[in-house]
């Protein structure tokens, strides 16, 4: 499992995006699933990771070549299996409060855990 966030763990922040003009190359971009979005990040090139509201949303930005799509846990634990079954190449994420919550996301087989201090705005 990949730990965003934690000190004694060396990551790459995400940063989020709440405008298309916000997605940069220099930097991993963070935003709600939006095709829009989507687009200008492929168009430009630049990694992008999604918040998703749904499997079918995940579906699509793991095919459009999203680095993490974070769900919450109830949608998590089903999109770990259905990316396990695919073969996502994109990452299975939750945000969590702190280490407390890693137990649970490994019983899913969560891909990666988000603690806050991995995402900047």
Do not use: H, T, W
Not at 19 to 43: P, V
Not at 44 to 59: D, H, L, R, W, Y
Not at 66 to 93: G, M, P, S, T
């Amino acid at each position: 499992m990949k730990i965003l966030g934690d000190e004694l763990i060396k990551f790459e922040p995400l940063y989020l995006c709440k405008s298309e003009d916000e997605i940069s190359n220099s930097r991993q971009n963070l935003f709600k699933f939006d095709r829009n979005f989507i687009k200008r990040a492929l168009e430009a090139g630049v990694s992008f990771s999604i918040i998703a509201n749904g499997i079918n949303e995940a579906i699509v930005a793991n095919a459009a070549g999203a680095k993490f799509i974070i769900a919450d846990i109830d949608i998590a634990k089903d999109l770990a299996k259905i990316a396990e079954n695919y073969l996502f190449d994109a990452l299975i994420a939750v945000l969590i409060k702190d280490e407390s919550e890693l137990a649970q996301l490994a019983k899913f087989n969560v891909d990666a855990a988000i603690l806050p201090n991995a995402i900047k705005e």
